[in-house]
């Protein structure tokens, strides 16, 4: 009995500290601080370290190399904020390019609980504490036919521990086509559009387990240069959910970059059915176009009130 009571705490506890409140809802956080700071516009966004979790077919089409960053968040600071401990939120992406139109991508993710207290049958608290944690491992590639279109799949694997002796697994699968459409010499649209978290159930011990958080969506992402020193980029998504919290998901964004240099960037996202509508303001800085630093803040109530987000990456 005070097994399945630890059990069943630990589980409410890893559910509120994860954003969509379902199973593997890793997978559903937005690993890319930048585009974080856009409202969670990922779907066509451009080739980056992140996109073996934004969309695999992205990183082809870039102009860069190789590409790694790595991000940080007290997650959901509203529901610690009476806690001494916090969420912790972080990962890594990284690709490389093979062979001129290949790009061989790989990530990991982590989610630790800010922790809980054991209760007993009648509600009182006990010695048992559990911090429950998820992480994913990723791998991605993506193949760049013609000069415009990109094709790209990734493969995630999701491990969740309650914290209590209890642990399940999954894995899931992400498919997704970009194309670069030009429009001159100093604009060009970017059409996406990527089947997500498609994979096993994810089980803690026997049962039938629960399902992934998988989606689809549609997405552009509008850049122009005004001049060689100015950039701005205006994006949205937009999908369905068809696991968990089902229903339309969509976010809009926006990015002016100075001088190839310094980025202001605002967005707004919406998931009504998980209750995760917040805007996002954010900013960035590049160093000689190589080092990158982004930060995004959520401007939201609940469990996203005072989250923020930082992140590093360097392109070669």
């Not at 998980?274 to 469990?303: C, E, H, P, W």
Request: aromatic share 10%; charged share 15%; proline share 2%.
């Amino acid at each position: 009995m005070k097994k399945i009571i630890l059990m069943a705490a630990a589980l409410l506890c890893a559910m509120t500290a994860t954003q969509a409140q379902e199973a593997g809802s890793l997978l559903d956080i937005n690993a890319d601080t930048r585009t974080a700071a856009m409202g969670d516009v990922t779907t066509a966004a451009e080739g980056s370290a992140f996109s073996v979790f934004n969309n695999a077919a992205a990183a082809p089409l870039s102009n860069k190399k190789f590409q790694i960053g790595a991000y940080y968040s007290p997650w959901a600071s509203g529901l610690t904020k009476d806690l001494e401990k916090k969420n912790t939120l972080m990962g890594v992406g990284a690709y490389f390019t093979a062979g001129e139109r290949h790009s061989i991508q790989i990530g990991f993710r982590y989610l630790q609980s800010a922790g809980s207290v054991g209760m007993d049958a009648n509600g009182n608290p006990t010695k048992d504490t559990f911090a429950p944690k998820d992480m994913t491992i990723d791998l991605g590639y993506g193949i760049r036919i013609g000069e415009s279109l990109g094709v790209g799949v990734a493969a995630h694997y999701i491990n969740s521990n309650l914290g209590v002796g209890a642990s399940g697994s999954a894995v899931a699968v992400d498919l997704g086509v970009q194309y670069r459409l030009g429009l001159g010499e100093k604009a060009n649209l970017d059409l996406g559009v990527k089947a997500a978290n498609i994979g096993s159930k994810l089980k803690y011990g026997e049962g039938e387990g629960s399902a992934l958080p998988a989606k689809a969506t549609l997405g552009a992402v509008f850049t122009v240069q005004p001049s060689d020193a100015h950039s701005i980029k205006v994006g949205v998504d937009a999908g369905y959910k068809f696991m968990g919290y089902t229903g339309f998901v969509a976010g809009i964004g926006a990015e002016y970059m100075a001088f190839n240099t310094v980025a202001a960037r605002v967005g707004y996202h919406m998931d009504g059915k998980a209750k995760m509508n917040y805007a996002t303001v954010g900013l960035g800085v590049r160093v000689v176009d190589m080092i990158q630093a982004d930060f995004t803040y959520y401007l939201a109530s609940g469990a996203m009130k005072n989250t923020f987000r930082a992140g590093l990456s360097f392109r070669f």
